[in-house]
């Protein structure tokens, strides 16, 4: 797939000084730094003039002050995180380049209840759902919803939050873990089956990768420090690969997301795929999904974070 694939960019001046904003302050700093040291590495390796900056306050400083062409965002989280728009608004209203989703995707995105609601419009298959504001009833939600199912924070990343619920006794100790971070709490069927995700660049479906953790479910242990943990790429073959491709990229556009981005999917024993959220800035650390399905497709790091920087010209192109 990646032989037909032209760079927009062969000189790395032409993209000038480059701002990698990482760390930041939202609940995946760490995660971020992780990521961010990786793609500062990688750019420089390509030659490309890359500078580390923690953080949106320092980051709008900097750009107030001419020190950068462009952005290279690789905050994860809200808050503080830069991937919920309110980064992506403030380069807008500088008018600087960035990679990635802009205002409108980077926000629904972030927002897990409303991408699902977006989603359920369009027809396209995602788990039933209760939204949950705080004080909500929660007891009568689940039993809507129906057991088991899954409580989070609704607009949190890195699996952080996130219980699987079995029974109703369980219920109150998984809205209270959920309830630690801000904003509202999601509700939804907890579809039993494969966990798959499938990764964007630019217009390009990439490989899937089914997710094969060996505890009960694909947390954040699994994914930032167990080395158990199994990726079996691709993840689907054939007319089920064509299903979820297709599938991925119109979550992707439902929620008017652009340049790069990883799409997480639930197939159920029934091989029927469903919806679970889009991920505006995935992580690029070593056990990251977006190098690995990359990698399958003959995409290397550097060639990737390259790729990826290239979203960035797409005003100027």
Excluded at 232 to 245: D, F, S, T, Y
Aim: hydrophobic share 45%; charged share 20%.
């Amino acid at each position: 797939m990646s032989t037909a694939y032209k760079n927009k960019v062969s000189d790395p001046a032409r993209f000038g000084r480059v701002a990698v904003v990482m760390g930041g302050s939202s609940a995946e700093r760490e995660v971020s730094l992780d990521s961010g040291r990786n793609v500062l590495a990688a750019l420089r390796a390509r030659g490309i003039d890359a500078h580390a900056i923690d953080g949106i306050p320092a980051l709008l400083d900097a750009l107030r002050a001419g020190h950068f062409a462009r952005v290279f965002n690789i905050l994860h989280g809200q808050h503080g995180g830069g991937e919920d728009g309110v980064l992506q608004g403030a380069l807008e209203s500088l008018n600087v380049p960035y990679t990635g989703s802009g205002v409108l995707g980077s926000a629904l995105s972030m927002d897990k209840t409303r991408s699902k609601r977006v989603w359920q419009s369009l027809g396209l298959s995602t788990p039933t759902f209760a939204a949950l504001p705080r004080g909500a009833d929660v007891h009568a939600a689940a039993r809507r919803v129906g057991f088991p199912l899954i409580v989070k924070p609704a607009c949190e990343g890195s699996s952080v939050g996130v219980t699987r619920v079995f029974a109703e006794n369980d219920l109150d100790a998984a809205v209270a873990l959920a309830a630690k971070y801000p904003g509202d709490l999601l509700m939804e069927t907890l579809i039993e089956g494969d966990e798959l995700t499938v990764a964007i660049l630019g217009r390009q479906v990439l490989p899937s990768i089914h997710i094969v953790p060996k505890g009960a479910f694909y947390d954040y242990n699994a994914k930032y420090v167990a080395e158990d943990t199994r990726y079996i790429c691709p993840g689907a073959q054939g007319v089920a690969a064509e299903e979820l491709a297709t599938l991925s990229l119109a979550a992707f556009d439902a929620l008017g997301c652009s340049g790069w981005g990883r799409v997480d999917v639930m197939r159920d024993r029934n091989g029927r795929n469903w919806l679970l959220e889009v991920n505006t800035a995935p992580g690029m650390t070593s056990h990251s999904l977006v190098p690995k399905a990359a990698a399958a497709a003959g995409i290397d790091y550097q060639e990737l974070c390259w790729r990826v920087l290239e979203t960035s010209l797409r005003e100027e192109a």
